[in-house]
């Protein structure tokens, strides 16, 4: 700025002036400039103004922004750290101070207050710890080259996902996220995963999953063995390759149709193996949904059903067999069962050879259809031939096992085929065995592939099932026709027949004979409890008749009235006996209608009675003289004598037989009357001795007696059993050739009975008769040279069990009997 000066003299003044003037431009100028400046500072100010206006709008705005980042920082979920790296005296970072941090940062670390700190103070041994983490700050801080990464922080046990940049040299900004649950979940489904494909890999299953679109990622490693692909040839649609292209269409459409719907898939189809064989695969495949039920994925399994397949063709095959068998013949059966085997082990050749019990010979059943339609059958059917001379086929025989030649052509020792003979490729050959036996042998050949294990089980079994058909066809066949001949039998038996259920008596069949007999239908018989109908109603003993005989087995009945369906009586015998069928009791009862018989048989012991009755006067008479004769021998000659002693034997021979006949017309009019004294039995047997004598010594026979003199005296009808032994000692004498001897002995049994035995070394009876020798009119016709009425042993029967003893018989044909009675002491 310039000096201001007064104007006082001219030049001077005017100096001054113009010094004024200059002085007043210069003011001017000065005030110019100086108006300038102030103007120039005004703006200046006006500007500084503006820029301090403006820095504090910026300055406002910074402090706004940052209350704003501060609250974003405080708020965010990641944790967020500022620090400043220290470095030690070689550069490498050694510590880092917090300088600011927000609230995550606290809520995800748990660390409180840590602004101002070191990292090592806050949490100690971090270096040793998490040595990584350093370098990662110290590298950022240093090169401010922005990193993120995901670890493991060893201090705080935490995994973290780290973002780290650097804002200033030396500084640097950790923002991390807290990630250990993810990492969990991560690890988690990493071990399931692994846990599903070991399972996966482990399973006989073929396995594989696929994406929501069908594109298969994924198959196991069995997928891989079963099917020999790679895992190229299989990804995404490649498995079509293993599908047999006739079943593939359907397959696809089938998934197609799936993963459109999202529902599952459930199919039975084929697939190839490694061996080029397709096996039968239950096929399942699931979808996996997400949270929100979209598919996310398909898991599917294929699982081999060859060996169920098998199970059920097999099942199959002998359900046919089984429906069929009863109805064919057994020709058709071994042809429809080598048919079954044949088809399913994919032959094209079959037969069946039975072998007979000598092990040795074959003889040739039957072809398969196949085989008869296309193949050779040189072999005439039926022709047997020894196990030697049949071919290699016949090793199973020699080896006892099932055979397979799947290189036929090779054999060594195999015998040249006829002549126009197609070619065998390939056989298998099965015996069929029944315990130690071989029994027959199935053999089928030409299978496209091998033959193996599976189907040597395959012809076993079902050749072992039509075995049993085989075994059944011949027993039925046996039976029909044992059966046929019994049905004859039973149908035109000249005795009534019944048979019974001989648990509960219920009858199961009559014949026409008993029919007719009783005038009753086989409805009203059969089906009902033997004492229900008709005709056995009025029997009381009926039922305990019956269980007598389950007792004994056996029964026989005599005097069993019968009512016929008109009322009339008719008398029966019956004999039953008890035997097994199909392990059940039967009763078998023969009745024979025995009316006239015993009609007959009463009107003879009627005859009997009468004719001994009138005999016996006349005898008396005729004895009576001839035994006085016999008093006065010594008045004749030795011819008279002679002559009188014939009476006298013939006389007592016919006392003898109206002694019989008399007690047996009293036994048959059931009116057998004991008459009990007290007997000296020693003393009666002498006086039986005394008269079979005369017979003993004419047929020079040595008679032997035994008996014991201490006998008590026994209370029983003399006659009665003195006609018993003598009727046994006259058998005796009758059925022992000379020279034998006749053994009479006696003694006590026990204290209550006596026992009196004849014993002769005769004849003998054989077994089957020794029951029927007591009853009546029963004689042998191996005794038909000796006269007799058939009357003796009944009498001796009914003597013994009038006393309320018991006649037994031992005996031995061709050696001798000996017939035992046991008569108590006391009546
Ligand atoms: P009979 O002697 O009149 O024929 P029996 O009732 O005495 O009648 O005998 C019945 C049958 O028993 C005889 O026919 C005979 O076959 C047989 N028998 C009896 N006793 C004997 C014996 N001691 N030795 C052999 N057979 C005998």
Known sequence: MGARKKATDRPEAERNLQQAAAMNQELLLSAVRQHELIEAEERLNAQLRLEMAQRRLAVDAQQEADKKYRSLFDNMLDGYAHCRMIFDEKGRPDDFIYLDTNNSFESLTGLKDVVGKKVTEVIPGVKKLSPEIFELYGRVALTGVPETVELYFEPLGLWLSIKVYSTKKGDFVAVFDNITERKRAEEDLRERETRFRTLANAITQLCWMANSDGWIFWYNKRWYEYTGTTPEQMEGWGWQSVHNPETLPKVLEKWNASIATGNPFDMVFPLRGADGVFRPFLTRIIPVRDQNGKVVRWVGTNTDITEQKREESVSQARLRLSLTADDMPLDEILQMALDEIEALTQSKIGFYHFLEADQETLSLQHWSTNTLANMCTAEGKGSHYPVSMAGVWADCLREQRPVIHNDYASLPNRKDLPPG????????????????????????????????EADIELASLLGDYSWEIVERKRAEEALSSSELRYRRLFESA?????????????????????????????????????????PVKDIETAKDAFKGLMKEERSR?????????NGHIIEVEVISSVYMVNQTKVIQCRVRDITERKALERLKADFYAMVSHDMRSPLTVIWGYAKLLD?????????TNEMVSAIIKSGEKIEGLIENFLSFSKME?????????????VALLRDVCLEIEMAVQEKKLDLKTSIADDMPKAMVDPKLIQRAVMNLLHNAVN??????????????????????????????????????IFDKYYRSDRTAGVKGSGLGLAIVKGAAEAHGGRVEVESEVGKGSTFRLFIPVNL
Not at 557 to 565: R, V
Not at 631 to 639: I, P, Y
Request: no cysteine; glycine share 10%; aromatic share 6%.
């Open 631 to 639: 008093l006065k021998s010594d008045m004749f000659d030795a011819e």
């Open 421 to 452: 003979h197609a070619p065998v490729i390939r056989e298998m050959v099965v015996p069929i065995r029944r315990g130690a036996r071989t029994v027959a042998i199935i053999g089928v050949g030409n299978k496209p592939a091998d033959y193996n």
């Open 735 to 772: 059925y022992t050739p000379a020279p034998g001897t006749i053994t009479l002995e006696a003694a006590s049994e026990g204290s209550d009975y006596i026992m009196i035995s004849v014993a002769d070394t005769g004849s003998g009876i054989p077994a089957g008769e020794q029951k029927s």
């Open 494 to 534: 000249g005795d009534g027949i019944l048979l019974l259920d001989a648990d509960n008596g219920t009858v199961y069949d009559v014949n026409p004979f008993l029919m007719e007999m009783l005038g009753y239908s086989h409805e009203e018989m059969v089906g009902k409890e033997l004492w229900d109908i008709g």
């Open 557 to 565: 009945h005599e005097n069993l009235p019968l009512k016929t369906s």
């Open 669 to 681: 009019a059931g009116k057998i009357v004991v008459n009990p004294v007290r007997t000296d039995i």
